[in-house]
């Protein structure tokens, strides 16, 4: 191992932790650093059945029912108009959806990478990036320590801030001001209905998904620049007095005397990618590289897969391959291009408000890549 290239992946979710695996199954020194110091509670806990073949491919299909994950149903929408229309998962050639603990599903994706070989790092934020000659010098901030890493090459997989990147000169290209205002619901007589529900209101969309603990993952979308202040400041009695002007989601909530206990979260939800997303000794995964509107339940399978290519594209670039770097391009450029195509569609099926500034901008022609 002492002679083989290193790799250095900034950032620990789903991408990192996928191309970690990937780099070390290929024989690669790979190093993550990833800034928190145990898993963080993220949102985004719906994975679509179309994740199956990858999940199989990493062997991680039978872990998500060993560490106790809840199988999905499918999708309920109120989309269009007030009747809520099922998209059960029972016909789907890949089975069923997964609603996931974002904690514990990354835990068991780092614990698989460093059974690979990897050299993963809970706790080390990166703090700069510069050439030292055809490699990288890192410096790592670690519990108030600095500490220097020296790679061939660096991989951007910090989400859609894409801290790395854009250091490096590449800027985000962004398609909308999508905005998530998300919240973990308790109850102590939780709903047992595990399809994902979304609903079209006047100023946006409401979606909701059941963990297995019993929790109700619940957030509003809309654009930023809509929100009024108190909402921009996460009140949760604004959130509630939204909520409570929804039907179904509202019915889903105070059915089951669902309560919030923990913080709202206001998140960047927008479709972007970056300008450039491979460098001369870098390249971006994931959200880094390219985000979806979470309308599409596609992020955390987008940024699997981005790992699993990406992470292949690096070992080929690092062995002279430089075909490699158009591969993996095309790849993502393609499946941007379809998500927008199929976003476009989605979102011009929703015709009730034409006058409502969200819907307006989504109906507006050239919204897409
Ligand atoms: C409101 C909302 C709802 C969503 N719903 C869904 C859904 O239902 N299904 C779905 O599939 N997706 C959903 N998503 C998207 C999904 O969460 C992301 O696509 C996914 O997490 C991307 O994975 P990633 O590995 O690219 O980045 P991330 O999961 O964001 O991981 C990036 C990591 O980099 C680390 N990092 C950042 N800076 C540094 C640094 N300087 N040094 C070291 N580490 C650093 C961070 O701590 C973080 O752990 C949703 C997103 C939002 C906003």
Known sequence: MSGAPRVALVGGGPAGAVAARVLARRGLAVTVLEAH???????????????????????????????????SQGNRALWGSQRAEESPFLANPFGNGWHVDRRRFESRLAETAREE???????????????AGRGWRLTVLREGWREILEVDFV?????????????????????????????????????????????????????????ADGRLAVAFLTDGDLLEKPLRQADPAAWWQLLR???????????????????????PAETSRLDTIVG????????????????S?????????????????????????????LAYLDLLQRAFGTCLDLQKEHYARET??????????????????
Not at 60 to 65: D, P, Q
Not at 354 to 362: S, Y
């Open 37 to 71: 110091a145990a898993p963080p509670q993220k949102v985004g806990e719906t994975l679509p059945p179309g994740l199956t073949p990858l999940l199989r491919h990493l062997g991680l299909e039978t872990w998500l029912e060993r560490d106790g994950h809840l199988r």
């Open 117 to 131: 070989g990897a050299d993963w790092h809970w706790g080390a934020r990166l703090a700069s990036c510069t050439r």
């Open 155 to 211: 991989a951007d997989a910090t989400g859609r801030h894409a801290r790395l990147a854009r250091r490096l000169g590449a800027r985000r290209v962004c398609y909308d001001r999508l905005t998530g205002l998300t919240g973990l619901l308790e109850s102590p007589m939780p709903a047992a209905d595990t399809y994902t529900l979304v609903e079209a209101t006047p100023g946006g969309w409401w979606y909701s998904a059941l963990l």
């Open 245 to 267: 002007q929804s039907a179904a989601t509202r019915e889903r909530v105070e059915g089951h005397g669902y309560q919030g206990k923990t913080p709202l979260r206001v998140l």
């Open 280 to 295: 001369d000794g870098w390249i971006a995964l994931g959200d880094a590289a390219a985000a979806y509107d979470p309308l």
């Open 297 to 325: 339940s596609h992020g955390v399978a987008s940024a699997m897969g981005s790992g699993f290519y990406g992470g292949h594209a690096i070992a080929d670039l690092l062995a002279g391959r430089d075909d490699a770097r």
């Open 352 to 369: 009730r408000w034409p006058d409502a500034p969200f819907w307006r901008r989504r109906q507006a022609a050239g919204y897409g890549i």
